[in-house]
């Protein structure tokens, strides 16, 4: 079966720079979330699509913004990138109102230098 | 963590021996969900349980649920040395963001 699919898996960055991280969802799921995980840590909820419109929004730094495309894919931007922005960036999908399973892609491991 | 803590952070048995992790949470949800993360992977959907359920399993997996306590448990029966890995709960609301706990570093000796 399809799964998440994340791009790119790694990211290396400077400071100050920016990033763009790609989630694909499960096909006909039209709810995507976003996770960062900092080492040794449990996930962080940072926000959330239904139906291309932002959902909930979590601890999401206000240099990072993100949005949902006509085909469901979504995309987080992250500007002026910091040390602290160091981590795994998890999307997951699901299927609004028919699942409450949430499935995780692979993550994309963002390192700041 | 934002939401709760899990008991215990880290446990160690021997292979075929019985794991049990505790999870609790602070708010009232619609379910509570167990995910395992091998070291810096993905994570990956064990067991999903409603919030008017007490009980569940799946295959080598028992997951309870006590509301009145906001605690959860998940029992791995018979574990193998596979099943190593970090096991985190997460609660959420209907339809809602996923809050995590701090998660068990689970290590199964062969």
């Known amino acids: 079966a399809a799964g998440v699919i994340q791009s790119p898996r790694h990211l290396i960055k400077e400071k100050r720079e920016t990033a763009t991280l790609k989630c694909y969802p499960i096909p006909r799921h039209d709810t995507v979330y976003w996770y960062q995980q900092g080492p040794g840590q449990d996930p962080q909820f940072l926000i959330s699509?239904?139906?291309?419109?932002?959902?909930d929004k979590g601890s999401i730094p206000d240099r990072f913004s993100a949005q949902q495309f006509s085909d469901y894919h979504s995309e987080l931007n992250m500007s002026s990138l910091e040390l602290g922005d160091s981590a795994l960036y998890f999307c997951?999908?699901?299927?609004?109102?028919?699942?409450?399973?949430?499935?995780f892609g692979p993550g994309t491991r963002l390192t700041v230098l | 963590s934002q939401q709760g803590e899990e008991d215990p952070q880290a446990l160690s048995i021997q292979e075929g021996e019985n794991a049990t992790m505790n999870c609790s949470y602070k708010t009232s949800i619609n379910n509570l969900q167990w995910y395992r993360q091998n070291s810096g992977r993905g994570l990956v959907h064990l067991i999903l349980?409603?919030?008017?359920?007490r009980e569940k399993h799946s295959g080598r997996l028992r997951v309870t649920l006590d509301t009145s306590k906001k605690s959860s448990s998940l029992l791995i029966t018979a574990s193998r040395a596979a099943d190593t890995a970090s096991y985190f709960c997460?609660?959420?609301?209907?339809?809602?963001?996923?809050?995590f706990g701090a998660g068990t570093i689970l290590r199964v000796k062969s």
């Open positions: 699509f239904y139906e291309k419109m932002q959902s």
């Open positions: 997460a609660s959420a609301a209907y339809g809602n963001k996923l809050v």
């Open positions: 997951a999908s699901s299927l609004y109102l028919r699942t409450d399973t949430q499935y």
């Open positions: 349980i409603r919030s008017n359920e």
